[in-house]
């Protein structure tokens, strides 16, 4: 889809979500078992993790999530 000029792009971590019930559903396997087995383990990534709900449960070295204009929190 081609954007406007002047137009705005937004991201949001909620298709994520959704696929990844998807792919628990399809699958029958959790979504962090069919990321290793089917995307990381062929492209020999062997250190991933998936990013926690809040910000203590963060990793180390992990990035922080800011709230941008919306004011209200990233996790």
Do not use: H, T, W
């Amino acid at each position: 889809m081609k954007k406007r000029p002047g137009g705005q792009d937004y991201y949001s971590n909620i298709g994520y979500m959704f696929l990844g019930r998807v792919i628990e559903k399809v699958s029958g396997m959790k979504y962090i078992e069919f990321l290793k087995k089917f995307i990381m383990d062929p492209i020999n990534v062997k250190d991933f993790k998936l990013a926690g709900d809040y910000r203590k449960d963060r990793s180390p070295n992990e990035v922080v999530y800011y709230p941008l204009e919306f004011k209200c929190s990233p996790y």
